[in-house]
């Protein structure tokens, strides 16, 4: 793990200057309209309040010269409307993205210096901007696409399924074998050929082949792809003979890694949030140490996608700002 004491994840000056270097590696662009005209302006004072009786010192603002607006780099973002200083939000982003099981909201509550409340806000709005921002299809021509589904949460009157805790949930999963990279979904609602296919139709490269397990439902939407596979695991045949690249193993590694970490660390997660906390095992999977992508390099990815979200950030999601 890179160095938590790094200037960016202790100083304020620092971590906007990252997000900065990030977001504009040619120099400011104007939020309003788009213009890299820009000029940037001394430190600015705010409005007076109680707590600032000078006004409270902004720096960063920068001026566009077309539509003479001010702004900064997390104007609109959710840094801009939160009361964490940004530092801290560099850190909790780098800490989430670099262990990989994940980290509890107690943990980075601790380790960051906000309440548990604040630390628990953060990290969902972390996993929110871990969501993919491309959801076109994955494969394509010559392309091996392994879907699969499993189950995460209890079933309706086993043991610890208190009301409001995780109801038993079906995740159907696909792994793109040339980018290595894994995108997931809770299922919801009837699980059929038509559903399903519903979905892999919009999520896979029909020149895919596709690599399945024997269950029914994919035998209908499967015809349509270049080729499909259906593994059969009742009679432990994980790998055939013919050949050997007829398999899902990848998919299943993936779900090893999601529920090992669900159960060591998440094991709390409420229903409403288990979309969030697949997205975060999809991101940090899609952008493993494997395919070639380190800590800081995974976190500079999802401070982007933080404020790349800045239009379409709604309340809606049940989350207040912290
Ligand atoms: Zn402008």
Redesign the pocket.
Known sequence: MENIYAPRFQNEDAAREHLEALHWPDGPV?P??E?GNTKRLPPQRGRKTKAHPEGALRKGVVQ?N??R?QFTVTVGTVFESSKVPLHKWLLATHLIVSSKKGISAHQLHRMIGVTYKTAWFMAHRIREAMKPSDNGPVGGPGSDVEADETYYGKRPGEENNRLGMLRRNRIVSLVDRATGRATSIVFNGTFNANTLGAYLFTRVDRRSRLLTDEHQAYKRPGRDFAAHVHVAHARDEWVSEHDRTAHTNTVEGFFGIFKRGMRGIYQHCGQQHLARYLAEFDFRYSNRVGLGINDAERADIALKGISGKRLTYRRTNGLATA
Do not use: F
Request: net charge positive; with cysteine.
């Open positions: 104007c309003h309209c213009s566009c077309r539509c607006k």
